[in-house]
């Protein structure tokens, strides 16, 4: 069963919206392309989880069930997202195990040089230009 994130949230705005078009325009997609989503959601189930009519909308019991479910399933991987996110993330500049720094001074080439014998697989370049009209 290759149920995806997409398809609970569909049922789950289909539900909380009451009809397929409403429940749309809150995901900011066609009409029939939610319907094919809820089409194929409940074919890889198995079952029915949406009664329709010319007329109304319903949840079957097995879609009320689910509908439940997806609530909790997708709020679970929101908080999963954010707080992944939020950890603190290495910073990368420019190409992976590359470090390149342009100074004016000749102090960086010995942290250069450090940083060269403490990553195995870094290239470093200390790139020296020359000072500004009046500094050393």
Same mark, same amino acid.
């Given at each position: 069963?290759?149920?995806? @994130?997409?398809?609970?949230?569909?049922?789950?705005? !289909?539900?909380?919206?009451?009809?397929?078009?409403?429940?749309?325009?809150?995901?900011? !997609?066609?009409? $029939?392309?939610?319907?094919?989503?809820?089409?194929?959601?409940?074919?890889?189930?198995?079952?029915? @989880?949406? =009664?329709?009519?010319?007329?109304?909308?319903? @949840?079957?019991?097995?879609?009320?069930?689910?509908?439940? /479910?997806?609530?909790?399933?997708?709020?679970?991987?929101?908080?999963?997202?954010?707080?992944?996110?939020? =950890? %603190?993330? $290495?910073?990368?500049?420019?190409? $992976?195990?590359?470090?390149?720094?342009?100074?004016?001074?000749?102090?960086?080439?010995?942290?250069?040089?450090?940083?060269? /014998?403490?990553?195995?697989?870094?290239?470093?370049?200390?790139?020296? /230009? $020359? %000072?500004?009209?009046? =500094?050393?």
């Amino acid at each position: 069963m290759n149920v995806e @994130l997409r398809h609970l949230r569909a049922l789950a705005a !289909i539900g909380d919206e009451g009809t397929i078009s409403a429940a749309a325009a809150v995901l900011r !997609i066609s009409q $029939p392309a939610l319907s094919r989503t809820l089409d194929q959601l409940e074919r890889r189930i198995g079952t029915t @989880l949406v =009664e329709r009519t010319t007329r109304r909308l319903a @949840l079957t019991d097995a879609g009320r069930r689910l509908h439940e /479910r997806a609530h909790l399933i997708l709020n679970q991987v929101d908080d999963a997202l954010a707080e992944a996110a939020a =950890e %603190p993330q $290495p910073l990368h500049v420019g190409s $992976p195990g590359r470090l390149s720094v342009t100074t004016r001074s000749a102090c960086c080439g010995r942290g250069v040089t450090g940083i060269r /014998r403490r990553r195995s697989g870094c290239t470093a370049a200390t790139i020296r /230009r $020359p %000072p500004y009209d009046g =500094e050393s």
